[in-house]
């Protein structure tokens, strides 16, 4: 946190390229372009930047008022997918010299560029907007490989050849990046899989842009695949009544997903009472989200293990490679709003293309779907090695 004369000077320095002040309490993208900005840091400058929230243009209080809902909606930048990859920032209420006002903090990230609803944002003196495409090139060159997660790192022995750039072009770029940007058409395909992660900066594909746009990611990532298995009966036996193993990009694995478990869940009418009341063996939306976590927070590195969905008459057993990770303990596992990311990109990946509506939100969501369904909570099984969870069957 930074302390009050230097905040004091940053206020009154028209001039900086790392703070900006508003008066507004309802420009959104004013903020979120701002903490992006902040967070490319394209000068260089590897300095916290400083978005001030209740003073005006010249530093001068704007007496607005600083409530709760507000520091929240500042703080969930950090974790609603609206910026990518995640931002590292620091949010709080403070008075200074008798006025109120939200502090934004925002450390320089080891991972530029970050986008902003998929325009990379960035801040030169006092001018902010959006990067060209020799400003984003600067970027990418800045980042820092050696911190960069497992899911961020070249894998040795593959090639842009590894690729499939026509999904690349045609479903995934789309997904990413802002139309106007896409219009501009200025960056090579080497340049804009660079940009997101996809390769590294010697070209060489990244575990994300394996799993993401890989011809076939299994024959690098051995445990890049789901096995389903559904068995008659509410044991392990020695028929089974179904079985796949579900490989293929991230997509392509999600959606078949999709249709296993629409497959498999079971409807009733219940035609006792005036109206007629419908129920299903499992919400649909509470499996996705189960195995969706198992296929995206899992661990893809030094294992051949896959993610499993294992299917019974009366429940269902999802289980994936890879414990708590980051901030995520064992015992808080599962907490609302407490969130962290081993695989950022390919998170980013799964909400680009609609598979995530909300970063952090899975798990809630899934107990809503069952609580509606009348089903069971979830049973959670988490050791340092994997994560199991059971859903019960509600017919």
Known sequence: MLQDNELRRRLRDLEADNVERTEGKADKDKFGEAICAFGNDLPDRRQVGTLFVGVKNDGACANSEIDERLTQTLLGFRTDG?????????????????CTMAVVEV?????????????????????????????????TEKRRWGNLP????PVSGATIGDLDLLRFREEYLPAVIHPDVLAENGRSIEEQLRALRLVSRDGQPTAAGLLICGKDPRSWL????????????????????????VSGSLSDQLRRLDEIIAANIEQSADLSGPRQQDRASYPVTGLQEFVRNAVIHRTYEGTAAPSRMTWFDDRVEI???????????????????????????????????????????GIPRARAALARNGSLPPEFRVEPTYVHVTVRAAL
């Open 82 to 98: 609206t910026i990518t990859p995640f931002p590292s920032l620091h949010v709080y209420r403070h008075t200074l010299d008798g």
């Open 107 to 139: 450390t320089p990230s080891d991972n530029p560029p970050l986008k902003y609803k998929g325009r990379v944002c960035v801040r030169l003196g006092p001018r902010r907007g959006f990067a060209t495409a020799e400003e984003e090139r600067r970027l």
């Open 150 to 153: 497992f899911d961020q790192q």
């Open 222 to 245: 051995p445990g890049a695949y789901v096995q389903f298995v559904r068995y008659p009966g509410n044991t392990i036996g020695d028929v089974i009544q179904d079985q796949k193993e």
């Open 319 to 361: 289980a994936s490679p890879g414990g708590p990770y980051g901030m995520v303990s064992i015992d808080a596992f599962g907490a609302e709003g407490l969130t962290d990311y081993r695989n950022p990109a390919l998170a980013e990946a799964a909400k680009a293309m609609g598979f995530v509506q909300r970063f952090g939100s």
